[in-house]
């Protein structure tokens, strides 16, 4: 086990940000500076979750089907996945968690906050923490316009459920992690990926070293 602080960071934007590229980027540069880095996503990282994954990906469904889903996912990643690599002093580089949920089902789809709440105070309560909610030590967010997120995609790959949505539908999910940035900032770094690859990377490099998860000497 590595006696280093170990960390819990999320990836979050619209489809279409660019986020992908950068979390195996990012893992590289943390083995190189000797730490053991896991990488995961959501929804999914275990068999269980991947399964659920394939249908929320593919199946219309309610949006409360759609939230129980999502967590149903995350609490058996958060079982067989997340807490035992931090146990083991991993740390874990995850696409996508629990704000997008918010940022998804509640503001996208317009489905009810506190009920969330409730979900995620359930779902992420975590013996590690006697209990407390599992949170992200920081979250890096891919902030980028509807409009260029959707001229990437449709240069990229045939949609899903989610990246066939209309522009309007990922107006309010940057919304909703607008307004998570807002009530967490300091674990939110927004980084704007409306620019050319290098420089959205070396936001990446610039917030990870504000958060003392890379250090200065190799980056
Ligand atoms: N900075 C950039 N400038 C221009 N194009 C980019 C940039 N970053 C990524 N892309 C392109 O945009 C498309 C989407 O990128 P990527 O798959 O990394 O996004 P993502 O945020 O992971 O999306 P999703 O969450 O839907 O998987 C890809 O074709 C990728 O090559
Ligand atoms: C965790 C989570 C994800 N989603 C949506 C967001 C994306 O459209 C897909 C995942 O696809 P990706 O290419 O791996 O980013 O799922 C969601 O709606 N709610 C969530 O909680």
Redesign the pocket.
């Known amino acids: 086990m590595s006696s280093q602080r170990c960390f819990f960071i999320t990836f979050e934007?619209i489809?279409?940000?660019?986020?992908?590229?950068h979390i195996d980027a990012l893992a590289q540069m943390l083995r190189q500076q000797g730490r053991e880095v896991t990488v995961t996503r959501e929804p999914g990282g275990t068999p269980l979750a991947e399964q659920l994954r394939a249908l929320l990906l593919n199946e219309p469904m309610d949006a409360l089907t759609e939230a129980l889903l999502m967590f149903a996912a995350r609490r058996d990643h958060l079982r067989r996945v997340i807490e035992p690599a931090l146990a083991q002093g991993h740390t874990v580089l995850c696409?996508r968690f629990t704000d997008a949920t918010y940022a998804y089902q509640g503001y996208g789809r317009g489905f009810d906050l506190q009920i969330l709440d409730t979900l995620e105070n359930w779902v992420q309560a975590s013996d590690a923490l006697q209990g407390g909610v599992r949170q992200p030590d920081l979250t890096l967010w891919?902030d980028v316009p509807p409009a260029v997120a959707a001229q990437?995609?449709s240069?990229?790959r045939t949609p899903d459920k989610f990246?066939a949505m209309p522009q309007a539908f990922f107006a309010r999910v940057a919304e909703g992690y607008a307004e998570r940035q807002r009530q967490s900032p300091q674990r939110f770094a927004r980084i704007d990926?409306d620019?050319?690859?290098d420089a959205?990377w070396q936001q990446v490099v610039d917030a990870c070293m504000a958060h003392g998860v890379l250090q200065r000497s190799s980056a």
Request: no cysteine; hydrophobic share 30%; proline share 5%.
């Open positions: 934007g489809d279409g940000a660019g986020k992908s590229s696409d891919f990437r995609l240069q990229a990246e990926g620019l050319p690859r959205v």
